[in-house]
């Protein structure tokens, strides 16, 4: 399989990453319901039956804060698959080392260190495996993106260089 042109893997992986944003803009649109229902399955899964609007005010101070994380994990998310989609575009149209490319990825990484920030407090919050899981991942994508945008900086000098050879 070819890595580059309209049918190759970084096409693909183009239309599946538009796909992702368009399902996680739907659950954003969704999410205020979608944390109401998963509060009210939570208590009355610990707690036994409950109306549903006493296990919401039991839990409001809870679900606005969790509202709010989750809004921002979401916007982050979005803004970082967009980034990605970009990288992607300029390496299906046999681009990939210009500027832009090495822009993206320093953004690349700076967003994935936000997300290591915003998930230092559900360290603490939320007490799931997974939110160290996001913290390392995320961490460690920052570092591989920082590392490619100054690699890809310096195979753009080398390039120029090549270029001005020739």
């Known amino acids: 399989m070819q890595m580059v042109g309209k049918r190759s893997l970084s096409g ?17 649109i969704g999410l205020p319901w979608l944390l109401k229902w998963f509060f009210e399955y939570e208590y009355t899964f610990y707690y036994g039956s409950l109306p ?18 989750l ?8 803004v970082l698959l967009w980034q990605v989609r970009k990288l992607l575009l300029h390496v299906q149209n046999d681009r ?5 490319n090495v822009t993206l990825l320093r953004r ?6 936000a997300f290591c920030i915003l998930y230092i407090p ?7 495996v997974f939110a160290v899981v ?15 945008s100054a690699l890809f900086q310096k195979a753009i000098l080398y390039k120029e260089e090549n270029d001005m050879t020739i």
């Open 12 to 28: 693909i992986l183009k239309h599946v990453l538009t796909f992702v944003m368009l399902i996680g803009a739907g659950i954003m």
């Open 52 to 69: 549903a609007d006493q296990a919401i005010q039991f839990n409001q101070n809870s679900y606005v804060w969790t509202l709010i994380f």
């Open 71 to 78: 809004y921002l994990s979401a916007i982050l998310a979005e």
């Open 96 to 100: 990939p080392f210009i500027q832009e």
């Open 108 to 113: 690349i990484g700076f967003l994935c260190l």
């Open 122 to 128: 559900a360290l603490f919050l939320i007490w799931s």
């Open 134 to 148: 996001v913290l390392f991942v995320f961490g460690l994508v920052s570092c591989i993106a920082f590392i490619l």
